[in-house]
């Protein structure tokens, strides 16, 4: 090898090493659904909803298009629109709150916690009375799961049941966690997830899922996925989207979920190692008592003082890449900033949004691998 090459750069996310270990089951798959033909609504479509039942436990399951049809779906059957507050925090993928103003409702940030970055449930509590006092009804809150840690669900319950708020968890990013021992999928009304390539569990293009112990709900999500269909196809009963998976996916996640558990131990020695090797130079991303994540991203915070694009370039001469989710808060974007912020201002989403920055993190990640994404972040501190 010529001394002076650079070394290869370490892979982000490495969907082509999951691929080579799935290998065959999944051109198996594919050749399955290419003979039968169902391409809408096959027999895998059904199937991959009883596995993601079982995996979860929770008693139905309604896949359908992605994760953030899978938000705004259980949104429209609940009837969530104009003069209603969504709350949400600020610090998140832009589809959480994207789908409440896409039902026409108002989403209500707030700010999340600075260890976890997950809902912060004092803000919470004052973004409801935020909501009220701008004559918004407070309909639901929507805690995210984010970068794949559970948030905490007993504090976002009790103040929902308090104020009599419904809960969409958002676990496009937390699918396959716990909260207390209890998979995510179970909490609230509904859990919404997303099946994006990059995510833990992801397909080969995009799709989503819905989890709910309410049956009324599952069968109303099954209709609006279908344009609102009723008992006669073409009496159509209520507003709808065309928001289904198709069964190509469905059967690549069968094959993927026989691997999940496997990949999320994988994923959990990854970011241990990471913690020991950075946690003296950064803050590594701490687990809250209660909360396991599946590590959709390893999300690390930079010390006061260095700076964060010379930090990304020394990492990348190094062949380490990194991505920043997110350098802007949802109340800091242009179609979201006239939305309402909780009263007391979110200043943690603010801070997080300046000074984190993620690190390659995936399932197939080998020690060598880790070992140059630590030197390389402790190259970049010192420096
Ligand atoms: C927190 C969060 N919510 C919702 C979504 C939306 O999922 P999708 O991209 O499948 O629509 C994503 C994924 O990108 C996400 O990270």
């Known amino acids: 090898m010529n001394q002076h090459m650079p070394p290869e750069p370490v892979p982000f996310i490495d969907i082509g090493a999951q691929r080579r270990r799935l290998g065959k089951s999944i ?172 995510k833990p569990l992801g397909c080969f293009g995009d799709g989503g899922a819905i989890f709910t112990d309410d049956a009324g709900l599952a069968e109303t999500l099954r209709s609006i996925r279908v344009h609102g269909q009723g008992s006669d196809k073409y009496d159509n009963v209520r507003l709808g989207l065309t928001a289904r998976l198709d069964t190509m996916q469905a059967a690549i996640l069968i094959e993927k979920l026989r691997i999940f558990d496997d990949e999320i131990a994988a994923r959990n020695v990854v970011a241990d190692r990471y913690a020991r090797g950075l946690g003296n130079v950064v803050t590594v991303p701490r687990l809250a008592a209660g909360c396991t994540s599946v590590w959709a991203q390893y999300t690390i915070r930079l010390p006061k003082g260095v700076d964060r694009d010379g930090f990304a370039a020394a990492l990348k001469a190094q062949g380490v890449p990194t991505a920043i989710y997110y350098p802007k808060s949802m109340h800091q974007q242009t179609a979201y900033r006239d939305f309402p912020v909780a009263d007391g201002g979110l200043g943690v989403s603010e801070a997080l949004s300046n000074d984190v920055i993620s690190l390659p993190m995936h399932a197939y990640l080998d020690e060598a691998a880790q070992d140059r994404v630590i030197e390389a972040v402790r190259g970049a501190v010192s420096a």
């Open 27 to 198: 051109d198996e798959a594919v050749g399955r659904v290419l003979a039968h033909c169902q391409f809408v609504n096959g027999p895998e479509v059904t199937a991959l909803e009883q596995a993601l039942a079982k995996f979860s436990g929770a008693q139905h399951v309604v896949s359908c298009a992605s994760g953030t049809d899978a938000l705004l779906m259980v949104l429209m059957a609940e009837n969530i629109g104009r003069g209603d507050a969504v709350l949400c925090p600020s610090f998140t993928f832009c589809a959480t709150g994207e789908a409440v103003a896409l039902a026409g409702a108002t989403p209500v940030f707030v700010d999340v916690d600075e260890t976890t970055f997950n809902i912060d449930p004092a803000s919470l509590t004052r973004g409801i009375a935020t909501a009220k006092r701008l004559g918004l009804k407070p309909k639901a809150v929507i805690p995210v799961d984010l970068f794949g840690q559970s948030a905490d669900h007993d504090s976002v319950a009790a103040i929902a049941d308090a104020e009599g708020l419904f809960v969409l968890d958002d676990a496009a990013q937390g699918f396959g966690a716990s909260f207390k021992g209890r998979r995510l999928g179970t909490f609230g009304l509904a859990t919404a997830t997303s099946f994006f390539p990059a």
